[in-house]
């Protein structure tokens, strides 16, 4: 079974950056596809952005394009979601996906 771990949460103010990663457990990393998903209080779970598996293609949601960027290190078997001014809308937890595996979140929150 694939574990998902993700860190790099925080606080930031309006305009900042933070990177978050995504530690994935598993001997075929480079062949997963891993996705990028936030869920504010009091709303549904969104689709953030997604990496294909290595050498494939990277989406976005029209909401973070141009801000976030997705990458992925298949020998740290890691994904990482570069996020760029921030903005008070962004607040939420931040899980990361593979298949219906999930992480436990890591809270991100911009102050205005």
């Known amino acids: 079974q694939v574990q998902l771990v993700e860190s790099g949460g925080g606080l930031v103010q309006a305009g900042g950056s933070l990177r978050l990663s995504c530690g994935v457990s598993?001997?075929?990393?480079?062949?997963?596809?891993v996705g990028w998903f936030r869920q504010a209080p009091g709303k549904e779970r969104e689709f953030v952005g997604a990496?294909?598996?290595?050498?494939?293609?990277?989406y976005y949601a029209d909401s973070v394009k141009g801000r976030f960027t997705i990458s992925r290190d298949d020998v740290e078997n890691t994904v990482y979601l570069q996020m760029n001014n921030l903005k008070p809308d962004d607040t939420a937890v931040y899980y990361c996906?593979?298949?219906?595996?999930w992480g436990q979140g890591t809270q991100v929150t911009v102050s205005s």
């Open positions: 996906r593979v298949d219906n595996n």
């Open positions: 990496i294909a598996r290595s050498g494939g293609n990277i």
């Open positions: 598993g001997r075929t990393f480079s062949t997963y596809a």
